[in-house]
């Protein structure tokens, strides 16, 4: 019983804080203020219309569009490579993949800074995009690596005494049956591009703005309640990914 | 159907030739090259030198995809996002049979391994014997000229694989394809080939039919390796036509021709344990020994005697009911008659 108890506290305490955000949004203050004082949805009209809070999302999503496909890319490949072939060396290959979750993101940040900088990529969408998709490298690469080493190459080789040559037994066998951990790896590589702020902050300058990096001026300068929205429906979003993910991901188990 | 009669050389000096309609089965223990064989024959393995034909057309280098033979994988390999109607329609997709044929032939075959009902079924929603008849009829829907099956029945628990052994042999007979099997388990091997090819350390030992394997097998490893085993060393002797000097145990009878055969020659000498009686004084069998017994195992319908002649090691496997004379401890005599043995010429 005990146990329970401390993990039900434990829960409370970590989430408490983020919860708080959603009653807040509702709220009638024209500052952060808990509990509120009334109840309205005025700040979400706000968010809905000002162009000052569409563009950065709008932005985010582009963003975290192409640093999704760009991570897929780098990844797959990768990942196939990784778990199906021998090759010396292997374990620093690991290690440089899982590099930029060990590299602290501010650190990160300044050497793309000045990299991209050359490559005339800073403040535009592509260098936010490229940055983003090397962040997200090593947990796509950790979902996809794990799907990989699940899946049966036997079911190849049925395809394939089936009379499929090697691109239908792709299309017919390999890529649906990894469908669901491929998706969630991308999921989770758009997930952390999405609620990125310090490589946007860094990178985007004025041109590209990401919500995250709008949501750090905000709260900055002027303490606008619209942040409380912009909060509740990033947490939303957030645990719909998640819930997407499980599903998936018992879909997948469920077939191997 | 066509004709044809497959031949395979492989890398490791394994020469196979395979009837048509035959039901083969590749034996040995794990490592032994049993599955290498059958990968090559089903084109995921390439020989590095030598051939394999099938009705007279060199296979060697085509694709596995290229070639009309069917394999049963031992976990099944069955694709997890199709239906079982799906999973078995797939080779005909894949080599396009007639459309209007396809649902037809699916049919047939999910009667022909009793999975009808299941056809709309996911894989995952079916036991480990139902899967595994799902594999065979993917494996048979599309005609292949032989049908390989990998340690098929390996992950079953005992009471489904002997029924699935019979299931498959019904099957055999009344599809009468070819069949290529592989498994480490003699029981299965005996009960279901017509021939047994066994396999040990990448080399071929003996190809024959069960009967002549389990009773005059080539090799002491043979001997050894399917069924249980009694095995003395000796040498044949050329004084005295039909005998042979057992090492610690003396002169024995045997067959005279074997004996003619091998004359001189040191031998390796089969008896199995079920060839050996317990025997009264009275009683007149050329070949006794006084056997002490160590450990009884009793299984109801036989009794397994362990026991010692010597520095010789005995079994003995009598039917019925243990007698009052078979006690730890004891000793009995023990005989065989002339020709119940089996001489391998020793190199």
Known sequence: MLPVILAVLGALFLLAPILVVVPMSFSTAISFAFPPPGYWLGYYAKYFTSEE?????????????????????????????????????????????????????????????????????????????????????????????????????NLEKAAMSSGAGPFRTFVHVTLPVLRPGMLVGALFAFLSSFNEAVVSIFIGGRAAVTLPKKMYESIRLESDPVIAVVSTLLVGAVVLGVLISMFLRRRSTHAA | MKSYDGRVNAVDGISLEIDKGEFLTLLGPSGSGKTTTLMMIAGFEEPSSGVI???????????????????VFQNYALFPHMTVERNVAFPLRMRAFPRSQQAERVREILDLVGLRRFADKHPRELSGGQQQRVALARGLVFNPDVLLLDEPLGALDKNLREQMQVELKRIHREVGITMVYV??????????????????????????????????????????????????????????????????????????????????APVDVLVRPERLQLVGDSELLANRLAVKIGVIVNYGDSVLIIGDAGRQRIRIRIAGAQPDAV?????????????????????
């Open chain 2, 53 to 71: 034909e099938l009705g007279g057309e060199d296979l060697t280098r085509r694709k596995p995809y290229e070639r009309n033979i069917g394999v």
């Open chain 2, 183 to 264: 498994t480490h388990d003699q029981t299965e091997a005996m009960t279901m080939s017509d021939r047994i090819a066994v396999f040990s350390h990448g080399t071929l030992e003996q190809t024959a039919p069960p009967l002549e394997v389990y009773h005059r097998p080539r090799s002491r490893f043979v001997g050894e390796f399917i069924g249980d085993s009694n095995f003395f060393t000796g040498r044949v002797d050329s004084g005295a036509p039909g005998h042979v000097e057992l090492d610690g145990v003396g002169p024995i009878e045997a067959d005279a021709d074997a004996c003619r055969r091998l004359a001189g």
């Open chain 1, 53 to 153: 809070w569409l563009e950065p999302t709008l932005n985010s999503f582009v963003i975290a569009l192409g640093a999704m496909t760009f991570t897929m890319l780098l990844v797959v490949p990768a990942a196939f490579g990784y778990v199906r072939y021998r090759f010396r060396g292997k374990t620093l290959v690991n290690l440089l993949i899982m590099a930029p979750l060990i590299v602290p993101h501010v650190v990160s940040a300044l050497a793309y800074y000045g990299f991209l900088g050359r490559a005339k990529l800073t403040g535009t969408l592509l260098g936010v995009m490229v940055a983003h998709g090397m962040l997200a490298v090593p947990v796509a690469f950790l979902v996809i690596s794990a799907t990989l080493k699940g899946y049966d190459q």
């Open chain 2, 327 to 347: 006690r730890e401890g004891a000793t009995v005599m023990v005989a065989w008659k002339a020709g119940d043995e089996h001489l391998i010429a020793r190199s």
